[in-house]
């Protein structure tokens, strides 16, 4: 099912909370410094990589950053 | 607002969730940042792209990525410490439509398996080896591996690393791309996206060379290790950039990809049927197949001991495979232990109507000792009521044991009176026979055909297994008792 961007934006990203380890290595990639770690903790104990909401390109730089096989899903506008 | 598409999300080949202990079936097992994470994820990537998942195999080491089993829904393989590219090689040839893919960390590549990985480069085996270097062990705790920094202070090197008595960080790479087979060798590091891409690259490239049939294939892959280390995701990230390359060149080392040829498709292994005429085997059927069972109660426990160059495992040897052609299970066990080095070697036998359970013959019921000092030595353990050969003129009166009947006689003396000394191993045959009948003659003539090689050495078997069985009777008719 398509996701529609916030706005204009080219891409998008989801972080799966339960999967991330918040090792801030994402929140380092992105060129686009849209992502940050999450005050709260997730349920093994970790602040979990958050997307501020806006600005994501879809470069996927952060996905191979991240150690995490599960934890980021980058999305891309169609053409 | 545009419409957005999936482009980058967990790989087709790792589970969606990971069977684990507990409730972590939602993340690796790996410290946050740990550097095995992304190289896997590379490596989950490459498979899905090449859409090789059905033929891959993995095999997975000793060390924090042991685990690989628990991610990859591929073949799996998890091997002993440092065993990865030998087990490789194995899965390999077995199976050359896999994709064989061996994971090794540094302790386990650079050290404990370091002559695995020389020689599985060395042959060229179309496997790829994935080297996660991250420059010390990590499971266990951070001890020093050979690709720890100079000065880098580890459980095991509290000073620091020391080049005059630790040696140098050991560049595999390097020591790779001075073989000749090895079709692609690279170094890449996980220091940044920029980095992680090229790793990607190399990674890719690597399987596709075994996907071609092309040949070795190795990707050094320098990885954080946060934990060990003492050092943030981050920082660790930067020390692999900034301290590690620097010591560690990047970059290709080998490229042959482009001019090499694909390796021929595996001979296919000989028939079954063929294989004795290639191992120069008698025509006629195993023995085994060929004798139908044994219907009479038989358990001999045989020990024979003695100087090594008395023929004591040709001795044995004779026994088993008469045994068998008299449809005896059997058991033939040369000794190698602590005695060879002193001069003296010794076998067991074990000739049974039943299935043999240990080919370990502890306590004998027939001992049969070449000199004094294996009469000494295997005396105590013969059963009572058991039999007992020695060579000599008389048994040593220390060694007596009322309970056991024993014969002694010059076996050695009375070979050479056939012609040779050295046929006394068959003397004594001759004289067990006599005493025993444990097996027809007929089927030791016929066993002895098969194992002594050579006509000459044939006939003289003979004579000496005949001037044993003499010898003994006239012994037996001597003294009626048995009891020497
Ligand atoms: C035969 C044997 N020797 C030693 C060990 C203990 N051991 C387990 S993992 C390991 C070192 C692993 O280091 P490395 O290969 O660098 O992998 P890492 O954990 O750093 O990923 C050692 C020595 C073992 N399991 N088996
Ligand atoms: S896809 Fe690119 S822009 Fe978007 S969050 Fe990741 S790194 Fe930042
Ligand atoms: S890199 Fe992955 S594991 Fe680390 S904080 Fe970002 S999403 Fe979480
Ligand atoms: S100890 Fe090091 S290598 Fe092992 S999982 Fe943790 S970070 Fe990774």
Redesign the pocket.
């Given at each position: 099912m398509p996701v529609t961007a916030m706005r204009e934006d080219r891409g998008f990203i989801e972080v799966n909370a339960q999967e991330c380890k918040g090792c801030g290595l994402c929140v380092e990639a992105c060129v686009q410094k849209v992502l940050h770690l999450s005050a709260h903790l997730n349920h093994y104990g970790y602040h979990p990589a958050e997307y501020d909401g806006r600005g994501c390109n879809g470069c996927g730089l952060c996905f191979y950053a991240c150690p995490e096989p599960g934890a980021l899903k980058i999305f891309k506008a169609v053409a | 607002m545009p419409e957005l598409k999936v482009t980058h999300q967990k790989a087709e080949c790792l589970y969606d969730s990971y069977e684990r202990k507990g409730e972590l079936t939602h993340q690796t097992h790996y410290c946050p940042g740990c550097g095995?994470g992304i190289t896997m994820k590379l490596l989950a990537e490459t498979i899905d792209e090449l859409g090789i998942r059905d033929r891959v195999i993995m095999v997975s080491?000793?060390?924090?990525?042991?685990f690989l089993y628990y991610y990859f829904d591929t073949g799996n393989v998890q091997v002993?410490?440092?065993r990865a590219p030998a087990v490789a090689t194995g899965l390999k040839r077995a199976r050359p439509d896999s994709i064989v893919i061996s994971y090794?960390?540094?302790?386990?590549?650079a050290?404990?398996g370091s002559a695995e990985i020389l020689h599985a480069a060395n042959r060229g085996e179309l496997i790829t080896c994935i080297f996660?270097n991250?420059a010390?062990?990590?499971?266990?705790g951070g001890?020093m591996?050979p690709t720890t920094l100079l000065g880098k202070k580890t459980t095991t090197t509290p000073f620091g690393r020391d080049k005059i008595k630790d040696g140098y960080p050991l560049h595999i790479s390097e020591v790779m791309s001075s073989l000749d087979a090895p079709v692609f060798v690279e170094r890449v590091a996980l220091g940044n996206t920029k980095q992680i891409l090229a790793a990607k690259k190399a990674i890719r490239k690597a399987v596709e060379s075994q996907v071609k049939g092309l040949g070795f294939s190795l990707v050094e892959v320098l990885s954080p290790?946060p934990t060990?280390w003492k050092q943030d995701p981050v920082e660790a990230q930067r020390f692999v950039r900034e301290v590690m390359a620097d010591i560690y060149p990047l970059g290709n080392k080998r490229d042959r990809t482009a001019d090499a040829e694909p390796h021929p498709a595996p001979a296919p292994e000989p028939a079954l049927s063929e294989l004795p005429a290639i191992l120069k085997l008698p025509k006629e059927p195993a023995p085994a197949d060929a004798a139908p069972p044994n219907p009479r109660e038989v358990d001999y426990r045989i020990k024979i001991a003695g100087f090594g160059g008395q023929g004591v495992l040709l001795l044995g040897q004779l026994l088993a495979e008469a045994g068998m052609d008299d449809g005896l299970a059997v058991s033939w066990l040369p000794s190698y232990g602590p005695e060879m080095r002193s001069g003296t070697s010794n076998c067991h036998v074990r000739l049974n109507n039943r299935p043999v359970d240990s080919p370990v013959v502890t306590r004998s019921n027939i001992l049969i000792a070449l000199n004094e000092p294996s009469l000494q030595k295997f005396v105590s353990l013969a059963e009572p009521g058991s039999l007992v050969l020695y060579n000599g003129d008389s048994i040593p009166a220390e060694f007596r044991r009322e309970d056991l009947t024993m014969h002694a006689l010059p076996f050695f003396e009375l070979a050479d009176e056939v012609g040779t000394a050295k046929a006394g191993n068959v003397v004594v045959l001759g004289a067990l026979l006599e005493v025993t009948g444990l097996l027809p003659d007929e089927t030791v003539d016929r066993a002895m055909a098969r194992v002594v090689k050579g006509e000459k050495w044939l006939e003289i078997d003979r004579k000496a297994l005949s001037r044993g069985k003499q010898a003994m009777a006239a012994s037996l008719g001597k003294e009626a008792a048995c009891h020497v």
């Open positions: - | 095995h080491p000793v060390g924090c990525s042991v002993a410490h440092g090794q960390g540094d302790g386990d590549l050290a404990i996660a991250n010390i062990y990590g499971m266990t001890q591996a290790c060990i």
